[in-house]
């Protein structure tokens, strides 16, 4: 009896082995697929986890539960083009000449001598996709076909822009915006409200047609971007108006997604990962999200315009239910995708290095030594260093003391200056209310010569000073 017991033993373990290098063989020949959700202009406290208890969330909320929440994630910079570059090519945005948001039209966009994420993977056979806002320039030369995409289905930049949209004034007028299938302008939209649904169900094929090969799905969602929209399905479901309707469609079209995956057997090899491009638009008032607890939204190096919600799963390659704190920004993204792909790296200076040892749990800190706030054209704002944030001297805008707006109509900012150095601590004052830089000027020195050491590579207009290594956007004559 014991040697049978022994025996049963000896077959089960061998049997697990053998499942255990089947699964392993099996990794091996197909490397994991890479999901990218990036939403446009939402709040850190946008999301269940994160801290929203007026908008259900339950499909993002799970996804945290079943991976990773980042809790200190940066955005690439705090306005939409520049973000996307930040996000899909590693580099600080204006290392490679992109700045602010793309008007309609732009003679410029993102150079196609950059790789992208989807170039990068393209090499090792997957198949790439991405459904939903571009805005890295409208030109036939910059769309997303020429720059590493096998299909595109979308807007080509933010949907409050057309053509004859003015430089000033309020963004709402309802004229035709431009929706592409590849190169082909399919469409024009003057309602957006079953766009959401399009995106998400072109996503869900997609999954279905490439189940069998490795893919890279890259879903930009233009919500929840002024003007709203949302489907009648979730129109008034939420407890925070048109904008948490608008959150409730997003968290639905994740769980589409997530259930594609389950359906093809695809969720255990896949990583997933969901956050935003910059923090919410804070003149539009109950139409624009939440940034709290941190200071100030979109269009600013506080924390409040560049802290986003970050979820990542990957049930296959990494423990569930962690939340790590150290910073992390968008340009991590493209290396750490290389890392868990196995993929080669761009050839041209990037500035993103892989956090994968920080998500896996071997490392607690974050393999960059600082992080920097470009604004404007060139600018630097500011620096992550640690847990200090220190801020140099240089104009901005708040809605404090102003009037927000309503119901999809802007309130006025005003602008302020910021006259001399500040420094915070963020881990004793996270929303940035006291500055301690007259306590601790060894630290404002040292973050001082690590902004030096970055403006001699990609200059400061706030100095005058010219990089070293920028590269130029594409540029049609």
């Not at 571009?134 to 289905?153: A, C, M, N, R, V």
């Not at 479901?237 to 359906?263: F, Q």
């Not at 990609?458 to 594409?474: F, V």
Request: proline share 7%.
């Amino acid at each position: 009896m014991l040697r049978n017991l022994s025996l049963s033993i000896l077959i089960l373990f061998t049997a697990g082995c053998k499942h255990k290098a089947e699964k392993a063989a099996s990794r091996e020949e197909k490397p994991p697929n890479i999901v990218l959700i990036f939403t446009d202009d939402q709040g850190y406290q946008d999301v269940g986890v994160f801290g929203a208890n007026d908008i259900p969330t339950p499909h993002l909320d799970q996804m945290a539960s079943d991976g990773i929440k980042l809790t200190s994630f940066y955005a690439a910079q705090a306005v939409c083009s520049a973000s996307r570059a930040g996000l899909l090519t590693g580099c600080y945005p204006n290392r490679i000449g992109i700045h602010n948001a793309f008007m309609p039209d732009s003679k410029i966009g993102l150079n196609p001598s950059e790789t992208t994420i989807a170039e990068m993977l393209r090499t090792k056979g997957y198949a790439t996709g991405i459904f939903g806002k571009w805005h890295l320039g409208d030109h036939p030369d910059f769309l997303p076909t020429k720059q590493g995409f096998d299909e595109y289905f979308g807007i080509p930049y933010s949907n409050d822009m057309w053509p004859f949209h003015p430089q000033q004034g309020p963004v709402f007028n309802f004229g035709p915006l431009p929706l592409y299938e590849n190169e082909t302008i399919i469409d024009t939209l003057t309602n957006q409200s079953q766009l959401t649904t399009e995106i998400t169900e072109r996503s869900v094929d997609f999954i279905n047609r490439n189940k069998d090969r490795p893919f890279f799905l890259y879903v930009p969602h233009p919500q929840p971007h002024v003007p709203l929209f949302v489907s009648d399905k979730f129109r008034g479901k939420s407890g925070r108006g048109l904008y948490g309707d608008v959150i409730m469609e997003i968290d639905w079209s994740v769980g589409e997604i997530l259930n594609a995956l389950k359906t093809n057997n695809l969720d255990e090899n896949t990583v997933v990962i969901f956050t935003s491009d910059n923090g919410p638009w804070l003149s539009y008032g109950n139409h624009a999200g939440s940034a709290l607890p941190f200071r100030e939204g979109k269009g600013t190096a506080w924390e409040g315009g560049h802290r986003e919600p970050f979820i990542l799963r990957y049930p296959e390659g990494l423990k569930g239910g962690r939340t790590i704190d150290a910073a992390v920004m968008a340009i991590d993204i493209l290396p750490t995708i290389a890392a868990i792909t196995g993929s080669k790296l761009p050839e041209a200076v990037i500035d993103g290095k892989s956090v994968w040892e920080l998500l896996k749990g071997d490392s607690k800190k974050s393999p960059q030594e600082a992080y920097y706030f470009y604004y404007r054209v060139n600018e630097l704002h500011g620096v992550r260093y640690g847990n200090w944030k220190l801020y140099f001297p240089h104009n901005y805008r708040t809605m404090k003391g102003q009037q927000p707006g309503k119901d999809g109509l802007p309130g006025d900012y005003v602008y302020l200056d910021l006259n001399e150095i500040e420094l915070y601590d963020l881990s004793e004052d996270a929303g940035e209310t006291i500055n301690v830089a007259a306590e601790y000027p060894e630290v404002v020195e040292e973050i001082e010569q690590l902004a030096d050491s970055m403006r001699k590579k990609l200059g400061d207009s706030l100095k005058d000073m010219e990089g070293t290594d920028n590269r130029p956007a594409g540029s049609i004559e």
